[in-house]
């Protein structure tokens, strides 16, 4: 069914990741409404809208990590492309400052 997709142990840890993040904003939506407001985004959001920006910049993250990985292992005279797991660490926390601060 899936064997259209690469799916490696990163790959699955970040979809889960956004399983949960779903369910957590669902549940918290329910108990506390959103309000909206004004962060470092050049418009006013809310929790739902800062989450969408977030997935899409750490989307963005995870691609030019991918373009960019060989490159780097040339760069850093690496025996291997660096390992996905910087991408997540990195895209996650992306994702973190966007919705804190966004």
Known sequence: MFEWMAWTTPVAVF?????????G???????????????FLPL?????????????????VNLAFLGLSGRLAELLSLPEDPSIWFSFVLSMAVLAWVMRKG
């Not at 979809?15 to 369910?23: E, G, R, Y």
């Not at 006013?44 to 963005?60: N, P, V």
């Open 25 to 39: 904003m669902t549940v918290w939506e329910i108990k506390s409404p959103t309000v909206m407001r004004k962060g």
């Open 44 to 60: 006013e959001t809310t929790r739902g809208d800062r989450l969408f920006i977030g997935l899409l910049c750490a989307a963005y």
């Open 15 to 23: 979809f889960i990741c956004i399983a949960l993040m779903l369910v």
